[in-house]
Each structure stands twice: as C-alpha cells, then as structure tokens.
C-alpha cells in the first residue's frame, strides 16, 4: 500500500472511530526491499462492538497468547 493511501486510510479511521496510535518509522520490509513504516492501532473492548470491524470475523489474543475475540 503507498505511504498516501495509507496516510488517507488511517485519516478514514481516525474520523470513523477514536484510536490510540503510532507509527514505528522504517521498521516493516516492503516486498522490493525497502523500509517502510508500520502504523499500529488499538481499540478498547467497549470500542469494538461498534466499530466497523465489528461485523468481521476475527481472533484476537493478547500478550500471554490467552484468546480475548
């Protein structure tokens, strides 16, 4: 994904739903081999019901591997 439509994504989400988050600079490989940004994202439990992620089916565990979705 170009630095663009990421930076216009995370815009999107931003506006959409209230997310902590960071970008870690230069610390993901893209497929030809250039450093590229990472953008983490978090989002509370109470958050997630109402969140357009909501309707995807997904796993989520945290740190210790225990099962949270």
């Given at each position: 994904m170009s630095a663009a439509r990421t930076w216009r994504a995370s815009s999107l989400?931003?506006?959409r739903r209230p997310c902590a988050g960071a970008t870690l600079r230069r610390r993901d490989l893209a497929p030809d081999g250039a450093l590229r940004d990472m953008m983490l994202w978090t989002m509370l439990a109470d958050e997630y019901p109402g969140s357009p992620a909501a309707p995807v089916d997904i796993e989520a565990y945290?740190?210790?591997g225990?099962?949270?979705l």
């Open positions: 989400t931003r506006t945290d740190a210790a225990r099962r949270i």
